[in-house]
């Protein structure tokens, strides 16, 4: 069984752009979360989807967003960015209960000039 | 959220079991303790999870002790692949936005440094 992936892998933009990044879950599972990574803060929580609904969010500003597709499949999109919000980006996928086990990606890294 | 409690910094020598000890001494009793481990720049992978029953499965063992305040992630044969830094979480079940929802706190993590 295929796991999670993540598209693209490596990313470079400069302030003020905006940035999509993809996550395709294991095949079955239909809730996928967002984490962020970075050296200062470690692994924090960005947000959670289920059938295509935010069921969960983290502390972050507007300008990060998600969405979920039909086929399970997710977006984050990050407005404006900052040199801050360079990152690794992890997407895990579960089938969807609350004590089901989440499996990551090999996550996003991205690079703000 | 139940927070966790773990050594910076760990050695093992090849071969040898690993044994990361945890600290969750403010764990609910609906709530599961996991592990989790991430080689330099990858996605953390998932090892083991327990709520109250010790549980081993082809990765490691998980020992959580009878009052649920502490557990123990053994690899038992340990491998130059197996450094890593090794999170222990407890996920945590709470009133979100649409209701009932669970996430994972990650800490600092143990680093294991697996050498000859």
């Known amino acids: 069984k295929a796991g999670v992936t993540q598209t693209p892998r490596y990313l470079i933009k400069t302030r003020g752009q905006q940035v999509t990044l993809s996550c395709s879950p294991i095949?079955?599972?239909?809730?996928v979360s967002w984490y962020q990574q970075t050296p200062g803060q470690g692994l924090q929580f960005l947000f959670e989807?289920?059938?295509?609904?935010?069921?969960n969010k983290g502390n972050f500003p507007g300008r990060f967003s998600g969405r979920q597709f039909s086929n399970s499949r997710s977006e984050m999109n990050v407005s404006t960015l900052e040199l801050g919000d360079s990152a690794l980006y992890l997407c895990?996928?579960?089938?969807?209960?609350?004590?089901?086990?989440?499996?990551f990606g090999p996550g996003t890294r991205l690079t703000v000039l | 959220d139940a927070k966790t409690t773990q050594p910076t910094s760990m050695d093992c020598a090849e071969g040898r079991a690993a044994n990361l000890p945890c600290n969750h001494s403010?764990?609910?009793?609906?709530?599961?303790v996991y592990w989790y481990r991430q080689i330099h720049s990858q996605g953390p992978q998932y090892i083991i999870h327990?709520?109250?029953n010790n549980e081993t499965n082809e990765m490691a063992s998980l020992i959580i002790t009878e009052d649920r305040k502490s557990s123990t992630l053994i690899l038992p044969h340990a491998t130059l692949r197996d450094t890593a830094v090794y999170y222990c979480?407890?996920?945590?079940?709470?009133?979100?936005?649409?209701?009932?929802?669970?996430?994972?706190?990650f800490g600092t993590g143990t680093r294991l440094q697996v050498t000859l």
């Open positions: 989807y289920f059938s295509e609904t935010q069921r």
């Open positions: 979480i407890v996920r945590v079940l709470y009133r979100g936005d649409t209701g009932t929802a669970s996430k994972l706190t």
């Open positions: 095949s079955g599972h239909r809730s």
């Open positions: 895990a996928s579960s089938k969807g209960a609350f004590s089901d086990t989440q499996y």
């Open positions: 403010t764990i609910s009793g609906n709530e599961y």
């Open positions: 327990g709520l109250k």
